[in-house]
């Protein structure tokens, strides 16, 4: 499949693929990217996330996402990592259990008679690949505390347990624009977008 056009003449959006299964991930990402002219879609990739890093596993999703399409593509690898659990789950977060819910629970019997506060921090390492191109990798990161589950009507994963101190909310308590203002993949495509790696494809 041909390498997608740059944008400009009036035409279809450049299209962007990003490497993921996960509904909020998408739609995370298609905000977070509004305003660059790109239509943002997802392939599921399925690799094996064997690197060791956060950056390599992205590398290895945008990459395989890419080759699926033919299309630029981002990877994102997203970990929690706890301070007093030596950084655990950390490239594991998502592998440790099936179920968010069991992921929780795991993470509290571990933090059973830890004091707090539990200070944790996310991270996303960000790839972007593209046809003959060499792939190049951005990390955000997030500082917080882990505190015990809270509602709210947005987020995915670790969101709901996962406190920025100084809003006194979990990221499922935040709003879309307050999420992507303070989160680790926030910041991660922020990088992206100031290294102009993403010109190009948009036309600019």
């Known amino acids: 499949m041909a390498q997608p056009a740059a944008g400009g003449g009036g035409g279809a959006p450049p299209r962007i693929a990003i490497a993921t299964g996960n509904p909020g991930k998408l739609r995370e990402?298609?905000?977070?990217?509004?305003?660059?002219g790109l239509q943002v879609e997802a392939v599921d990739t399925s690799v094996r996330e064997d690197g060791t890093t956060y950056e390599a596993n992205a590398a290895l999703k945008a990459a395989a996402a890419s080759a699926a399409t033919g299309l630029w593509a981002l990877g994102d690898d997203t970990g929690l990592e706890v301070e007093a659990l030596d950084g655990w789950p950390g490239l594991r977060s998502a592998r440790v259990a099936t179920t968010q819910e069991d992921r929780n629970r795991l993470l509290f019997e571990r933090l059973a008679g830890v004091?707090?506060?539990?200070?944790?921090?996310?991270?996303?390492?960000?790839?972007?690949?593209?046809?003959g191109r060499p792939t190049r990798t951005f990390l955000g990161c997030r500082d917080g505390e882990v505190v015990e589950p809270r509602a709210g009507a947005g987020g995915f994963g670790y969101d709901a347990v996962f406190l920025v101190p100084e809003l006194g909310r979990t990221f499922t308590e935040l709003s879309p624009a307050e999420k992507h203002a303070t989160s680790h993949?926030?910041?991660?495509?922020?990088?992206l977008l100031a290294s102009g790696a993403l010109a190009e494809l948009a036309g600019r």
């Open 115 to 131: 004091p707090r506060p539990w200070r944790a921090r996310f991270v996303c390492g960000l790839a972007l690949a593209a046809p």
């Open 185 to 191: 993949r926030g910041a991660a495509v922020r990088a």
């Open 29 to 36: 990402y298609r905000e977070l990217l509004a305003g660059e």
